[in-house]
């Protein structure tokens, strides 16, 4: 009988069947087994059973559209070439430069005033509106903003036909 | 590794897709079959692959040498499956009949019928086993990475992975062996 005992052999009977222990073990394993038959029964089961699991394990074996696909996806998500950041803050420049120049140009300023005046009037109309009744001060307000809103609109379309 | 592999990587790092179909065609099965063996599904497994190799792609950049690909490759697959496992999991989603790979059409209908019933009882045993007991057995047991790679590759230490996986034999010897008795 061999130093090992019969808990550590069973412990080890499965590295030694896939070839996963030391050499040194490997030899303790052989020597155990051979005088012992409890650990050799053990054994024949645990060869059993790790081949049962190696021949029986799926093995998934791709073909060339999985390659074709996968090579599909990479040039669908593949980075857009980006921009050097000298060229990004060049052109967050010059949009600067152009928002000022719209601000102090003619055209805004008098787009600026014609707004501001429309709301001026609107905002009179509807104060003198919600003082009447509550059930009015409600559909005046709604109205209100709804033409608060199309006003607003108005001025933004025109704004950016100006800026076309 | 050799030279040649090593050039082929260190081409798909400067951006060269041509370089990087040629490591997709040689890694393909083993991405495949690794996320097969965590998930347990043929078509996650396929879903997986690809999005492993589409994220290596996007970042192969970033990788430090040419020799850490393969295990950086599997990183990113054992990544994607536990995330997938855990969702499926969490979801109650339950193994199908299409989940096993098509077999040989050769074989009498006996003969594949008998052969899906045992590939069904080897993937009911894996799915008996934790997570990170799967994880490590699938990557020692069928795709032979040593127990440092393994290690490194899930971030743990050497003495936990031993552990995951004496423990991880363990309950499938005593799943299988009654089974199959």
Known sequence: MTNMDCKTCKALLWAYCVDDLEKDLLAQVDEHTACCSS????????????????????????????????????????????????IGIILILIIILLIGLLIISPIFISLLWLSANILFTLVQQGALVIKTAPLL?????????????IVLVSIRRLAMRCIA | MTEDLSLVIE????????????????????????????????????????????????????????????????????????????????RWVKPLETALPLAISTQSPEKIAEQREQQKLVIAALDRLTLEQRTVLVLREFQDLS????????????GTVKSRINAARSRLYNILAPERL
């Open chain 2, 11 to 90: 081409q798909a790092m400067t951006g060269d897709k041509a370089a990087f179909s040629k490591l997709v065609w040689r890694y393909k099965d083993h991405i495949l079959n690794i996320a097969f063996g965590i998930v347990g599904n043929a078509q996650d497994a396929e879903d997986i692959a690809q999005e492993a190799f589409l994220k290596a792609f996007l970042s192969i950049k970033r990788l430090s040498s040419a020799k850490a690909f393969y295990r950086w490759l599997v990183k990113i697959t054992v990544n994607l499956s536990i995330d997938k496992k855990t969702a499926n999991s969490l």
């Open chain 1, 39 to 86: 650990c050799r029964e053990e054994l024949d089961t645990t060869t059993a059973t790790t081949r049962f699991l190696h021949t029986h394990m799926p093995l998934l074996q791709s073909d060339h559209s999985f390659v074709q696909e996968t090579l599909d996806k990479i040039t669908l998500t593949e980075p857009a070439s980006t921009l050097k950041p000298i």
């Open chain 2, 147 to 158: 127990y440092e790679e393994i290690a490194l590759i899930l971030r743990i230490p050497l």
């Open chain 1, 137 to 149: 001060q409600i559909i005046s307000g709604t109205i209100l903003t709804a033409l608060l809103f």
